[in-house]
């Protein structure tokens, strides 16, 4: 949907750029030439962009499973892994925990 984006306001600024007044037939014809050829570029890109995996590149460069695995599968499993990490991290502030351990230095006894 991006592509129609910037379609349709590339087209809008093709408009205006042609409704200036140029001093020269040729310096008018190149910046109106640059100006089409840059948003048929961006159309272009943002066209491939939106469907990655039509991409050449995309498909022979990333794993397989990457395209194919549902992301809400995915963000489901990384959820459980971080909420267990974070449970391990605070049963280990719970356990006691020597003080040289922590950084503090103890007093040699005599």
């Not at 020269?24 to 050829?37: N, Q, T, V, Y």
């Not at 491939?48 to 990457?66: C, D, F, L």
């Not at 194919?68 to 990490?85: C, G, H, M, V, W």
Request: with cysteine; proline share 5%; aromatic share 10%.
């Amino acid at each position: 949907m991006m592509h129609v984006v910037v379609g349709s306001i590339g087209f809008a600024a093709l408009i205006l750029f042609t409704a200036v007044g140029y001093s020269d037939m040729e310096m008018g014809g190149l910046l109106l030439f640059i100006i089409s050829a840059s948003i048929v570029v961006y159309f272009i890109s943002m066209f491939e962009m939106q469907n990655i995996q039509n991409s050449v590149w995309i498909r022979t460069n990333v794993p397989e499973h990457w395209l194919t695995q549902p992301s809400k599968e995915y963000f489901e499993r990384y959820r459980r892994r971080e909420a267990e990490a974070l449970r391990t991290k605070n049963r280990e502030k719970n356990r006691p925990v020597h003080p040289a351990a922590r950084g503090l230095r103890c007093k040699p006894s005599r």
